[in-house]
Nanobody, 126 residues
């Protein structure tokens, strides 16, 4: 699988961005997909994940109510809509897909995912 993120950029506090994750090599409708982020000097952390089979989502407490993950099976893509952005959201954001299709709920840990994109930078100014 190949994973490519896009949509990052510079935005002011309170602004919005929509990240896209395009996946090739298989159809996403049987995979879990995760969004992660890593700020300078910090460990990579889970932001959100989507279980395509269950049509269920998870969010980190820090982004609940502000971020929304969604999938478009026709386009084989997943999106992360980010609203009410804060400076602490500044990080490189990564999309990730596990090695195998999964009917179980998605996991919020990097070790559960084997295919990663190159990341897209999100910078939120104060």
């Amino acid at each position: 699988l190949q994973v490519v993120e896009s949509g990052g950029g510079l935005v002011q506090r309170g602004g919005s961005l929509r990240l896209s994750c395009a996946v090739s090599g298989d159809t996403l409708d049987v995979y879990n997909i995760g969004w992660f982020r890593q700020a300078p000097g910090k460990e990579r952390e889970a932001v959100s994940c989507l279980s395509s089979v269950l049509n269920a989502t998870r969010y980190a407490d820090s982004v609940k109510g502000r971020f929304t993950i969604s999938g478009d099976h026709a386009k084989n893509a997943v999106y992360l809509q980010m609203n009410s952005l804060k400076p602490e959201d500044t990080a490189v954001y990564y999309c990730a897909v596990p090695r195998w299709p999964d009917e179980n709920m998605c996991r919020m840990r990097p070790s559960a995912y084997q295919f990663w994109g190159q990341g897209t930078q999100v910078t939120v100014s104060p």
